[in-house]
């Protein structure tokens, strides 16, 4: 099953210990997950700005 709550932490996890580039390609893989699972949406805000 797949848990959005525990996504969403690992997502920040990952954010925070990312390079920028790093970070680029995780939104690039991210943005067909958003389709497949549009609950993940909450987990975007988490990016840096």
Do not use: D, G, Y
């Not at 797949?2 to 790093?22: D, G």
């Amino acid at each position: 099953s797949f848990n959005p709550t525990l996504f969403c932490k690992e997502f920040q996890k990952a954010v925070e210990r990312l390079l920028p580039f790093e970070i680029e390609e995780l939104m690039i893989w991210m943005k067909p997950m958003l389709l497949q699972h549009p609950e993940l949406a909450t987990c975007v805000p988490l990016l840096p700005k």
